[in-house]
């Protein structure tokens, strides 16, 4: 048995915080179910040797950007086109409305967090986490 990489420890641990955040807190599930997913790109990414391809080398890229640009990449490869990506960037726009409570077009939610993720569906985004988990282990 492979010893797992700290990437794939905290995708883990941020996963089981998102499972017991939904109910009270749904807003940081969301938040933690992205988090996860991000650690399942590095931990992808660090076992090809490709890490550093999410590191930033000048003030141009953020990390996320990189991320996304990395999973869009490597997304045609993985399965159904661009279904990685897609879930990927469904769970990094959603953990912005938590986060910022705007939608991807900067438009105010008009309630907090809390209350916008109580009525959606959370199935939704442990979905879109388990597509990306068994892409990203294939």
Not at 30 to 56: C, S, T
């Amino acid at each position: 048995m492979s010893k797992q990489s700290i990437y794939e420890q905290q995708a883990k641990l941020n996963e089981e915080i998102a499972k017991k955040a939904q109910t009270d807190s749904p807003e940081w599930a969301i938040i933690m179910y992205f988090y996860a997913a991000l650690h399942w790109v590095n931990d992808y990414a660090n076992k090809r040797g490709e890490i550093y391809k999410l590191q930033p080398t000048d003030s141009n890229k953020s990390p996320h950007r990189l991320r996304l640009i990395y999973v869009k990449k490597i997304s045609p490869s993985k399965g159904k086109e661009d279904e990685l990506y897609k879930n990927y960037r469904f769970l990094f726009e959603e953990s912005k409305v938590a986060r910022y409570l705007e939608d991807g077009e900067f438009n105010c939610i008009n309630m907090t967090a809390k209350e916008y993720y109580k009525q959606c569906n959370i199935k939704e985004y442990i979905d879109s986490l388990e597509i990306i988990k068994k892409m990203l282990r294939n």
